[in-house]
């Protein structure tokens, strides 16, 4: 049973601040991960993902991979009040194609 | 505008009748998905498609059905064997070609009573 585990929050952090999100998986083999930010009421929608250890950089936002460790972070810097919103992980496995498995999500709160 | 539609946004029915939710895409992806999701809860993959006329069960298939005769098209069928209904349902594309992101139509919320 393929698992993705994260803290469900909320995590408060002031405007401004970097806020940092956290995922654990228990496949070794997996692949892939994905960020996604989920306003209330809304779909998903991507903003990041990595396939390879290390960080990848897209604006505002990190993601940080360590597979050794079975963790996958997610950065946001200078935390604007419009990045509240439920962040989920996903990650697919390491059997040839394969779905993803989410997480349940963090909800991040980002006060003015 | 190349994107996913989901139709209608909100459904609702009464319990014992069958659903069916419209999920179309027009990015020319292969594979396409559905998910439900609970209040609180991630999301959960019911069936998958990777090609057109094939479709495999995810993690919640029973009571639900789809088809895939159009490669834009991914019905779902919710059917009164489903015991909770009343979800979320989510509507995900990708191309399916060594590229496994995946992008999300707007969403379906199901109410059943």
């Known amino acids: 049973q393929k698992e993705v585990e994260q803290n469900s929050g909320p995590l408060s952090v002031p405007e401004g601040a970097i806020a940092s999100l956290n995922c654990t998986y228990s496949?070794?083999?997996?692949?892939?991960f994905f960020w996604y930010r989920q306003y209330s009421g809304k779909s998903p929608e991507l903003i990041m993902f990595?396939?390879?250890?290390g960080d990848k950089e897209d604006g505002r936002f990190t993601a940080q991979l360590n597979k050794a460790s079975q963790y996958v972070s997610l950065l946001i810097r200078d935390s604007q009040p419009s990045d509240s919103a439920t962040y989920l992980c996903?990650?697919?496995?390491?059997?040839?194609?394969?779905?993803?498995?989410f997480g349940k999500g963090t909800m991040l709160l980002v006060s003015p | 505008d190349g994107g996913i539609t989901q139709s209608p946004k909100y459904l609702f029915r009464k319990e014992g009748q069958n659903v069916t939710l419209s999920c179309e895409q027009n990015?020319?992806?292969?594979?396409m998905y559905w998910y439900r999701q609970d209040p609180g809860q991630g999301l959960r993959l019911i069936y998958y498609?990777?090609?057109?006329?094939?479709?495999q069960k995810g993690d919640i298939a029973e009571g639900y059905s789809v088809s895939r005769e159009k490669k834009e098209s991914f019905p779902l069928t919710v059917t009164s064997a489903q015991k909770n209904p009343t979800a979320f349902y989510l509507c995900?594309?990708?191309?399916?070609?060594?590229?496994?992101?995946?992008?999300f139509g707007p969403g379906t919320r199901l109410t059943v009573t």
């Open positions: 996903a990650v697919r496995g390491s059997a040839g194609y394969s779905t993803l498995t």
């Open positions: 990595i396939y390879s250890n």
């Open positions: 995900a594309s990708t191309t399916g070609r060594n590229s496994y992101e995946q992008y």
């Open positions: 496949d070794r083999g997996s692949q892939s």
């Open positions: 498609s990777q090609i057109v006329n094939d479709f």
């Open positions: 990015l020319n992806h292969d594979a």
